[in-house]
């Protein structure tokens, strides 16, 4: 990384990855929140969407468990749209340990409940 002839110290490279890592924090934090919009789940059929949320949701749930002491919710939730009405689907998880330090998802049930009359 050379600029016209200028080589950056440590700490100025440094300060740049810190600043790059606090960028791309607040950028998933931002695409996190967006993706939890209920009008940016939208599905044509509820097939669809329970899968879709189901599997989303699961995936939070074992990314949440990775490392040693880390252990996910007990529930979580999404909003989604199909059609007219909008929808929570839940997933209620239930989690067993490796060698009392690993967590992992023993099981889990997904539910949606109608938010809209």
Not at 50 to 57: C, N, P
Not at 62 to 91: M, P, W
Request: aromatic fraction near 12%.
């Amino acid at each position: 990384m050379c600029y016209n002839g200028y080589m950056p110290t440590r700490q100025e490279l440094e300060a740049v990855i810190s600043a790059a890592k606090l960028t791309l924090k607040r950028a998933r934090e931002a695409l996190q929140e967006w993706e939890s919009l209920a009008e940016n789940n939208r599905y044509d059929d509820m097939g669809t969407a329970e899968q879709e949320i189901a599997e989303r949701l699961e995936r939070q749930a074992v990314k949440d468990c990775r490392g040693s002491y880390n252990c996910g919710a007990d529930c979580y939730t999404q909003d989604f749209i199909v059609g007219e009405k909008t929808y929570r689907g839940t997933l209620t998880c239930e989690y067993n340990r490796h060698d009392k330090t690993y967590y992992y998802v023993e099981s889990c049930e997904f539910t949606c409940e109608c938010l809209t009359p």
